[in-house]
Nanobody, 115 residues
Framework: QVQLVESGGGLVQPGGSLRLSCAASGRLSTFYVWGWYRQAPGKQRDMVATTTRRSLTNYADAVKGRFAISRDNAENTVHLQMNSLKPEDTAIYYC?????????WGQGTRVTVSS
């Protein structure tokens, strides 16, 4: 089992920035993909960004150029730097840790973009 703990959500004004973090512990793998997903009220959970162990990244079109995912392999953490936030970025953000055998999810952290 892998446990994920997220932090960094909150309330921010449009145009502001937030940095989310997620730390993994437990039975970690040498082959895994980190991901950030989000779920807005009444909508499905969508991919925001992913990164492989070799730091290959992939972003949803809606966040390209504004968000950046990064990882610290030594610390078993992943971050999501979110800049130029928009009201439509409001959602619960979940980190994901996917191995060859399973996918684990954090508890979610709420991000609200509002003036």
């Amino acid at each position: 089992q892998v446990q994920l703990v997220e932090s960094g959500g909150g309330l921010v004004q449009p145009g502001g920035s937030l940095r989310l973090s997620c730390a993994a512990s437990g039975r970690l793998s040498t082959f895994y993909v980190w991901g950030w997903y989000r779920q807005a009220p009444g909508k499905q959970r969508d991919m925001v960004a992913t990164t492989t162990r070799r730091s290959l990244t992939n972003y949803a079109d809606a966040v390209k150029g504004r968000f950046a995912i990064s990882r610290d392999n030594a610390e078993n953490t992943v971050h999501l730097q979110m800049n130029s936030l928009k009201p439509e970025d409001t959602a619960i953000y979940y980190c994901s840790y996917r191995t060859a055998d399973a996918e684990y999810w954090g508890q979610g952290t709420r991000v609200t973009v509002s003036s």
